[in-house]
């Protein structure tokens, strides 16, 4: 955009870069599992919805053939592995748990602009 400053322009991009690399580990993880739906049905719902809007966890059930408590269990599980790769991420690039705060409170910050 172009209201941002220098330093909101390298949060955003290092955000989105963290996010990217993120994934990329979480989908390796996940085939290595054999759980390339469940990446999917994450793709779907929390990154990448599609034009009309994020699928409801009864169309995902449909669309992969599962239950809409397994579509749930799915999505929940997605998210605290994606939140677990990103802490790993981020922790690495730091030397102690405030700093760790710190850098995670301006991570989801970044990502909300």
């Known amino acids: 955009p172009d209201s941002e400053t ?9 955000a989105q870069a963290i996010l ?6 979480m989908e390796r993880e996940y085939a290595a599992l054999g759980w390339g739906a ?5 793709l779907a719902h929390e ?4 034009a009309e809007g994020t699928p409801s966890y009864e169309d995902l059930a449909k ?3 599962l239950s809409v408590t397994d579509v749930r269990n799915h999505l929940h599980q997605a998210r605290k592995a ?6 790993n991420r981020v922790a690495d690039t730091v030397t ?17 602009d």
């Open 38 to 42: 469940r990446y999917q049905i994450f």
């Open 82 to 87: 994606l939140r677990q790769i990103v802490l």
């Open 63 to 65: 669309k992969f053939d």
């Open 96 to 112: 102690g748990e405030k700093d760790l705060e710190e850098e995670m409170h301006d991570l989801f910050s970044a990502w909300g």
């Open 20 to 25: 990217g690399d993120a994934l990329r580990e």
């Open 6 to 14: 220098p330093e909101q322009s390298f949060k955003r991009e290092w």
């Open 47 to 50: 990154v990448d919805p599609p």
